[in-house]
């Protein structure tokens, strides 16, 4: 760390005297001594500074003409009332009267010493370089009879004019003492900036604007983000008005009136909502200002969002892109163009087709071409999981909201989706209740959390997937009107395989290639391919999957199974004509179940009214329905 001290020396002798006292230094360039020139003494100390002293040592005169001059502190080299004492001591020898000529910043008690001292002491007190010259000037015509007492500027003038003078050289306890308080003061000064530019380096890298004003509500610190925010440099700020600055910030003047903290409050300032902290600050138990740190909502809820992310240990990542889609009949490229085109806007989209058509995908496909690619493509299938707990996992919930609830409670779907896509697989299924919930967030996007009366603004885009006509559902009352024309945007009708002959074989061979070891190599002959073609497969691209993962297994196609006709019929699985059939009545209670569940499925109810209708759980019939795959 750089100590070096200047010093601006009154004569040679004063010089001499540090030299002697502080050899090492001025040898090792820690002390630079330059001797008073009355002719430049206002740019001396420029000159000291310039050749990187951190302090300077003056005397009198020279202090003066320096402080204020520099930007680095000037130390006053006492003259000393011994001094003073000491220098008449050596003028009263001269037989003359005695001219004291001094700084009014020299303390000296004439009245006190004058009748010790035994001598006729006139006493001449300067305050600037110019008055010295009239201080001394005014005995000339006297100057045989008085002798000049000063520091080094009135003992030149006096040499000039033929006149006695005796120089009021510093003590060596003053010198020691001046060159110490120097050190000293370089030393905190150094602790000072360091302390500085620490506070300055943590200020700035916080996430959080801060700004602070001190008791007359003038701005005292202003950190980067306060500027990236505010959009204004901290010289047009520091020391100025809060009020008369920033005018939106006057809820920091608030609480310094009030003395009283405020926190987590939401402000408009302009174009951006903040929330923000303010604190009052006390020195010695008296208010000396308040700070507020306070942060761009929007961006803290990127910041929660990326951080909801990270901790999601599933992730929620669309995997499948149009490269993933078998597209060779001309129905199917004709959808694909189509569904790359929506993928290029934001609009809501709903997909329409069967069960096992590949809705998801295509919605994968869409987000992974859109500009939100790199965010979170959170997916929830509305059909597999009961009202409460949909809207429990689509919304989100707080602490104690419910029993059974998380300690810290939990985000919901549209929340982890912030910035991203939601799908909603099987939308229809969703129960009125939960239908207008959805439609405040289609409307407003904003979510909030059960339990909790705190709105979550939302940036996300809506996938919607359906295995039925939600214009029908709408006629007969079954789905919300309003929520339809919402999420009716954009449409995408998947077909159903067996109305896309073209893709079934190069979707088998693609399954074969995805599913298979890549060493194995499996041929299918032409009996099979026309089984397959003939097959209509009410299970689509997912029954075909599923077949494929069979023939690796077993290395051939059950023919019978494939072929098998999809009749209604009891006797297709009981044989009722066998007189050795031993039948089996929950069997027979199993199948007349599954039998009614299917009809009303086809009558267009959603799983909640068939679960009404048989007077069981909707849990319960998911799991029957499960069963029968």
Request: glycine letters at 4%; a neutral charge; aromatic letters at 8%.
């Amino acid at each position: 760390m750089n100590k070096k001290i200047g010093i601006i020396a009154s004569d040679k002798e004063l010089k001499n005297k540090i030299i002697k006292l502080f050899k090492d230094d001025i040898d090792n360039g820690k002390i630079i001594i330059d001797i008073l020139n009355s002719d430049i003494i206002d740019k001396q100390g420029r000159l000291l500074e310039s050749k990187g002293v951190k302090a300077i040592i003056a005397r009198s005169g020279s202090y003066r003409h320096t402080i204020g001059t520099v930007n680095i502190p000037v130390i006053h080299l006492n003259v000393t009332t011994p001094d003073i004492l000491q220098s008449l001591s050596i003028a009263k020898k001269y037989n003359k009267d005695i001219v004291l000529v001094i700084s009014d910043l020299d303390y000296f008690d004439y009245k006190s010493w004058k009748d010790l001292i035994n001598a006729n002491i006139i006493l001449e007190r300067f305050h600037s370089k110019d008055e010295i010259y009239d201080r001394v000037y005014k005995y000339i015509d006297r100057k045989d009879d008085v002798i000049i007492v000063g520091g080094g500027i009135p003992c030149s003038h006096a040499r000039n004019w033929g006149m006695d003078n005796v120089f009021i050289n510093a003590s060596t306890e003053s010198i020691y003492e001046s060159i110490n308080y120097a050190k000293e003061t370089i030393d905190n000064l150094y602790e000072q900036k360091y302390n500085n530019e620490v506070l300055k380096t943590v200020l700035d890298e916080v996430h959080d604007a801060v700004v602070a004003v001190n008791h007359e509500g003038k701005i005292k610190i202003y950190n980067q983000k306060a500027k990236e925010l505010l959009k204004k440099d901290k010289e047009e700020v520091i020391n100025e008005k809060l009020t008369n600055v920033f005018p939106q910030l006057n809820f920091i003047i608030d609480v310094l009136e009030s003395k009283k903290d405020k926190n987590n409050e939401i402000k408009s300032l302009g174009n951006i909502t903040i929330t923000a902290n303010t604190s009052i600050f006390k020195v010695d138990g008296n208010v000396e200002g308040a700070l507020c740190s306070f942060q761009d909502i929007s961006k803290l809820q990127s910041l929660e969002k990326k951080i909801r992310y990270k901790l999601n240990k599933k992730g929620h990542v669309a995997k499948y892109t149009f490269d993933n889609i078998v597209a060779v009949s001309h129905i199917m490229k004709n959808i694909i163009t189509k569904a790359k085109k929506i993928g290029q806007n934001d609009n809501t989209v709903i997909i329409y087709g069967e069960s096992g058509t590949g809705k998801e995908i295509v919605a994968q496909s869409i987000h992974n071409i859109s500009k939100r690619k790199q965010e979170s493509f959170v997916a929830i299938n509305c059909a597999a999981i009961s009202e409460n707990l949909l809207e429990s996992e689509l919304f989100g919930y707080e602490e104690g909201a419910f029993t059974g609830a998380r300690k810290d409670g939990k985000p919901g779907l549209f929340e982890i989706a912030h910035g991203g896509t939601i799908f909603l697989d099987e939308i229809n299924s969703m129960s009125l209740n939960l239908q207008s919930k959805l439609l405040r967030v289609l409307e407003e996007r904003e979510t909030m959390r059960i339990g909790s009366d705190y709105v979550i603004p939302l940036d996300i885009r809506i996938i919607a997937a359906t295995n039925e006509n939600l214009k029908t559902m709408v006629d007969e009352g079954r789905f919300r009107r309003d929520l339809f024309y919402r999420l009716n945007v954009l449409e995408l009708h998947i077909p159903p395989l067996n109305e896309r002959k073209e893709d079934i074989i190069p979707l088998f061979n693609y399954y074969l290639n995805d599913l298979s070891d890549k060493n194995d190599f499996y041929e299918i002959n032409s009996d099979i391919k026309e089984k397959l073609l003939n097959y209509k497969w009410p299970g689509n691209a997912r029954e075909l999957r599923n077949i494929v993962q069979r023939y690796i297994i077993f290395k051939e196609i059950d023919l019978k199974e494939i072929n098998k006709a999809e009749d209604n019929s009891i006797d297709d699985n009981i044989d009722l004509q066998n007189p050795n059939k031993i039948i089996d009545l929950k069997e027979i209670n199993k199948f007349v179940e599954q039998k009614v569940i299917d009809m009303l499925s086809n009558k267009g109810m959603t799983k909640t009214e068939i679960a009404k209708i048989l007077g069981i759980s909707r849990t319960a019939l998911w799991k029957k329905m499960k069963s029968k795959e």
